[in-house]
């Protein structure tokens, strides 16, 4: 009997550790970012909803905007679009469509603002014409 309680503690401990290092502690992993609206002209508001491996929905997801990729520096960045920290985009003096994108870990532990290019990422887009 002693045995049967001895395995039957050490396979509880076993699963229970496996549960823990499969599913992150319990939280579920981010999977999408939709970015809304997914289409604008001029000057637009844009939020960021995030979705969880575990099916939990977070609208106003924190995440860093930007001109199209964040980790990649270009010429064009500076001649685009201006796109503050809270997802407001607007035209500078240039016409086209340019891509505004939403960026946030996989991780929900990771903060917005320790993420590196190495990171896990989940990116969501959307485009602002400039007339």
């Known amino acids: 009997m002693y045995k049967l309680r001895l ?3 050490g396979s509880s401990l076993l699963l229970a550790t496996i549960s823990v290092l499969c599913c992150g502690s319990g939280h579920g992993q981010l999977k999408v970012i939709t ?3 997914p289409t604008a002209a001029g000057q637009a508001q844009f939020t960021a909803t995030g979705v969880y491996s575990d099916g939990t929905e977070v609208s106003q997801l924190p995440v860093l905007w930007s001109q199209g990729n964040p980790w990649v ?3 064009l960045a500076t001649e685009g679009i ?3 920290s809270s997802g407001m985009a607007s035209c500078e003096p240039v016409v086209g469509t340019f ?5 946030a870990p996989v991780d929900p532990h990771v903060p917005v603002s320790q993420m590196v290019l190495t990171t896990q990422q989940v990116h969501g887009t959307a485009r602002l014409s400039c007339p």
Request: hydrophobic share 60%.
């Open 7 to 9: 395995l039957l503690l």
């Open 35 to 37: 970015v809304s609206p």
């Open 73 to 75: 520096m270009s010429d």
């Open 82 to 84: 201006v796109v503050s």
């Open 99 to 103: 891509m505004v994108q939403a960026t």
